[in-house]
């Protein structure tokens, strides 16, 4: 009898979406270039989420980050994070292609993400790019790796063209609930702290409070505009 050789093994689901969720909330990445002498050369960016989760860019023509990717356009952007023991936190690290990026919606999700930024996104040298994602290194914590994908961690971009339609006015919406999206991001309304809803997705919505991210989670995808409210209604419900 022939033997069965066994195929891939499938991605931890755990990992799978914690890797996402990294993604998700991101807003600052260390970006490795190639300098044209071969050495490599990292630095500080700011980053936010594309539709499926792709990172998107601000870079400016005169930074030396922008120069390598016009010699070589191969780079990674790893997750940064700033307090505690860095082994015991999840990290991800993807590698790929970072192409300009044209579309005005992956501009202005950008900018809702990173609203700073509008002091200097109108500059000539300015630009949006986009990291067309082909490998991922995910680290759980302390020896606890994972193997995936990108087709594991990108999300699909079925129903992007409505959601992208209709996405200023259902964030308003949320927006103009008092205390939703601080219920969303898993927090008490009060204070001086006010969550908005920043961005969304057929997987959920993301959410920002100062320097602070948050994410919504859908249990199953949504397609159109009435299937997203369906799911930020059951999360609602949930909480």
């Not at 270039?33 to 989420?49: D, N």
């Not at 992956?106 to 000539?124: D, T």
């Not at 908005?196 to 057929?202: E, I, Q, S």
Request: with cysteine; glycine share 10%; aromatic share 6%.
């Amino acid at each position: 009898m022939a033997k069965i050789l066994a195929g891939p093994q499938a991605a931890d689901p755990a990992a799978v979406a914690s890797a996402k969720r990294l993604m998700r909330l991101a807003r600052t990445g260390a970006l490795a270039t190639l300098e044209q002498e071969g050495g490599p050369l990292t630095t500080l960016v700011g980053v936010a989420s594309d539709f499926d989760g792709a990172p998107l860019y601000l870079l400016s023509a005169l930074s030396r980050h922008t120069r390598n990717l016009a010699f070589d356009d191969r780079a990674l952007l790893t997750e940064r994070r700033d307090r505690g023991d860095p082994l015991n936190h999840p990290r991800l690290t993807l590698g790929g292609r970072i192409e300009p990026c044209s579309d005005p919606r992956a501009g202005l999700r950008y900018l809702r993400r990173n609203p700073k930024a509008r002091l200097y996104s109108g500059f000539a040298d300015f630009a949006h790019f986009r990291l067309r994602v082909e490998s991922v290194h995910f680290n759980g914590g302390f020896g606890r790796a994972s193997s995936m994908t990108p087709a594991d961690i990108l999300a699909s971009r079925e129903g992007e063209e409505e959601l992208s339609q209709v996405e200023p006015r259902l964030l308003d919406e949320i927006n103009a609930r008092a205390g939703v999206a601080a219920r969303l991001a898993g927090t008490k309304r009060g204070g001086r702290l006010v969550w908005r809803a920043v961005g969304l997705d057929g997987e959920g919505v993301d959410l920002a409070c100062g320097a602070r991210t948050g994410r919504a989670q859908f249990l199953s995808p949504a397609r159109d505009e009435a299937s997203w409210r369906t799911r930020i209604e059951e999360l609602l419900d949930a909480g």
